[in-house]
């Protein structure tokens, strides 16, 4: 069975740091472009970053600089260590599998989900 599991979701006061995970079991992470999506309440959902097979890293504006990606391939495991987080950084954040390997970012061709990490950011 395909799956994708993130964790390391949780309540973060404003300007502290969070490191997600997303790991895969039955699909190896480096064929695929790994996307981080988010989805705030009453927001809808948007790409944040995407990992391509070949190492390329695409990061939205709105998190770049402060948003980084890294792996594991050892682990199946790709990271997304977010720093300096701001309450409107509050959201579902949720890893997928493209299989366009982000060469149409912002758009993607998603394959697998995960079922998301709830990250808190308190003013």
């Known amino acids: 069975q395909v799956q994708l599991v993130e964790s390391g979701g949780g309540l973060v006061q404003s300007g502290g740091s969070l490191k997600l995970s997303c790991t895969g079991a039955?699909?190896?992470?480096?064929?695929?472009?790994i996307v981080w999506f988010r989805q705030a309440p009453g927001k809808e959902r948007e790409g944040i970053s995407c990992?391509?097979?070949?190492?390329?890293?695409y990061y939205h504006d709105s998190v770049k600089g402060r948003f980084s990606i890294s792996k594991d391939d050892d682990r199946n495991t790709l990271y997304l260590q977010m720093n300096n987080l701001k309450p409107e950084d509050t959201a579902v954040y949720t890893c997928?599998?493209?299989?366009?390997?982000?060469?149409?970012?912002?758009?993607?061709?998603?394959?697998?989900w995960g079922k998301g990490a709830r990250v808190t950011v308190s003013s």
């Open positions: 990992s391509s097979s070949d190492g390329k890293i």
């Open positions: 039955g699909l190896t992470l480096n064929f695929y472009g």
């Open positions: 997928a599998a493209d299989t366009n390997d982000c060469e149409d970012v912002p758009t993607y061709a998603i394959d697998y």
